[in-house]
C-alpha cells in the first residue's frame, strides 16, 4: 500500500475535489428515498384534503433536482478517478520500466524477464482497476452504508436495528474471504509469469516450430501454463466468490425480516406504506453498496499482491555500485587480472576462471572457443551486466567498478549475437538514441557493408523496419547490427559472433574497414570462424571457461592443440 500511495500523493489535491464532488452527489441520491416518503405519506394525502397540488409539485422538482445533482455529480468524479487513475499508473510504469532498464544480469536472471513483463502489465492494470474501483465506490459505499442507516432511523428505528443486526456478519464474511484472497492472487501471477514466458518463446521461436512441424507439441505445452493459471485462478476467484452468497445470504434475510416486521407494524398503523417504500429503497441502496465494498476487497486484494511484486522490482539492491568517482586516466589499455566469475557465486561453479591478459589502444583481441565455454561471459563483465566474483578489470588503469555505469557503457560500440533490430527506421536502429549525423550513420553503414541493401528499401533510411526486422534477412540484420556498434567511432568495439550469418568476403570486407578506418578503437571479436581472429594481435582460446591458449595466431598453431586442431579443421588442411 506504501507503493500506491506514494504514486498517488501528487494528486491528492485532485482527488480530494474529485471526492468532494462524489459526496455531494452521494448526499443527493440518499435524500431521494426520504423525500419520496415524504411526498407518499404527507405530501399526497394532504393534497387530496385541500386540494393543493403547490406542495406535491414543489417536491417532485426537489425529487427531480436531486436526480440531477446526483447524476451530475457521480458523471464529474467519476472521470476526475479515471484521470487520476490514468495519471497514476503512467508514472508507476514509467519508474517501473527505468528501474528495470537498471537492474543488473544477476537481478534481471532472479526476476525472470518473463515476470518483468507481466509486471509492467497486469500487475500495473490490477492496480489501475484497483485505484479507479476506490475512487469511484470508495466513498460512496460506505457513505451510503453509514447514511442510509442514519436516514432509516429517522424513518423508522426499530427496522433499522434489524438492518444493522445483520452487519456484523457482512464485516466478518468479508474480512475472513479478503484475508485467504490476496496471497491466492500472489500465486495466480506467478502462474501468468510462467505462461508469458512460454509465449515469449513461441513467438520468439514461430519460425523454428512451423519448420519442425512441432505446432500440436507447443500448442500442448502451452495448454500446460494456461491450466495451471485457470487453476490458479478458480482457486483465488472460488475463494472470493463465497463473499457474494453470503453476503446475499444475510443481507436477503435482513431484507425478509424488515418487510416481515414493516408488514406488522403498517398493519398495526405503527407505520406508514411510504417509510415502508422508503425503507426498502434504502435497504436496497445499503445491499449494493456493501457489495460494491465486496468488489473493492477483491480488485484491493488483487492490487495489494500486484503492488507488492512491482516492489519487489523496486527495492532490488543496487549491486552494481560505483566505488569511487574519477576522470579518465589516458593509459589507453583494458586489462583483465586473475579474473573468475560464476552467475551463481558459488566458487566451485566458476564460468570464467583465473582470465589474464592486456589489450592497447588500437588493438585487436580475437576469442575463440567451443559453445558454453564463457566467451560472450566475457562482454558481460566487460560492460558491466555483472561484477567479477575474484580479480578486476582495468579501463585505463582503473577499476571498472570506479567508473559511472553510463559513462563506462558510453565508450563501447557492441553487437551482440542475437541482438534485436527494432520496429523503427534504420536511421534511428543504427544511430539509436545517440547524437549522430547523418554522415555518421551513413559512413558506419558503408564500413558494415549494410548502406546499398538499405537504399535499396523503399525510403531508404527511413525505411521503418519489420518487427525484429523480419523482413531483412540474416545476414543483413547482422550488418545492420555492426553498422549501429561502428556508428560514433568507439573507444570498445565487442562483436560477438556477429559474422556468423555472413559470407567470408563480407566478412573480410568488414573487418578491413574497422582496421582501417578505427585503427583507434580496440576491438575485440568472438567468432567460432577462425578466418575472423586470425589477424587479431591477440587470441584467447577458451575451453570450460579457462584459457587454454593465449598468442598472436602462429603462436597459438605452435602451441595450442586445440587452437591447431580448429585451424586445420575449418581451414581443411591436414594435422
Known sequence: MKLIAKYLKPYYGRMFFGLLIKIFGTVAELFMPWILAH????????AKLDGNMRPMIFWGVMMFFMVVIARTCNVIANRKAAEVSKNTIYSLRNDLFEQILHLSGKQTDRIGIPSLISR?????????????????????APMIIIGGLFLTATLEPVLTLVLAGTLPFVVLVVVVVSKKGIPLYAKVQQAIDVMVRTVREDVAGIRVIKALSKNEYEKNRFGKANDAVV????????????SGPLLNLCLNLGLTFVIIVGAF???????????????????????????????????????????????????AENDLKVE????????????FRNVSFSYQGDMDKLCLENVNFTLRKGQNLGIIGATGSGKTTLFHLL?????????EILVDGKNIKSYPLQELRKRFGVAFQNDVVFHDTVQENISFGRDLTTEEINEAAKWANAYDFIMEKEGGMEHVAAIKGADFSGGQKQRLLVARALAGGPEFLLLDDASSA????????????????????????????????MQ????????????????????????????????????????
Open 383 to 391: 560492460m558491466r551486466f555483472y561484477d567479477v566474483t575474484e580479480g
Open 502 to 533: 555472413l559470407d567470408y568476403k563480407t566478412d573480410a570486407f568488414i573487418r578491413k574497414q574497422i582496421r582501417e578506418n578505427l585503427k583507434h578503437t580496440m576491438t575485440i571479436t568472438i567468432a567460432q570462424r577462425i578466418s575472423s581472429v
Open 120 to 140: 509492467m502489465t497486469t500487475d500495473t492494470y490490477n492496480i489501475h482497476h484497483a485505484i479507479n474501483m476506490m475512487q469511484r465506490m470508495g466513498v460512496r
Open 231 to 242: 487453476k490458479e485462478e478458480l482457486k483465488a476467484s472460488g475463494v472470493m466468490a463465497m
Open 536 to 575: 587479431a594481435d591477440l587470441i584467447l582460446v577458451l575451453d570450460d571457461g579457462v584459457v587454454i591458449g593465449q598468442g598472436t595466431h602462429e603462436e597459438l598453431l605452435e602451441t595450442c592443440e586445440t587452437y591447431r586442431e580448429i585451424y586445420h579443421s575449418q581451414m581443411g588442411t591436414e594435422l
Open 39 to 46: 411526498i407518499l405519506d404527507d405530501v399526497v394525502p394532504q
Open 324 to 335: 569511487e568517482s574519477i576522470g579518465f586516466s589516458s593509459e589507453n589499455r583494458l586489462e
Open 265 to 315: 407494524r403498517v398493519n398495526a398503523g405503527i407505520s406508514k406504506a411510504g417509510k415502508i417504500v422508503a425503507f426498502l429503497t434504502y435497504f436496497t441502496l445499503i445491499l449494493n453498496a456493501v457489495i460494491a465494498v465486496n468488489r473493492i476487497f477483491v480488485m484491493m486484494s488483487k492490487a495489494i499482491a500486484s503492488a507488492a511484486r512491482i516492489d519487489d522490482v523496486f527495492e
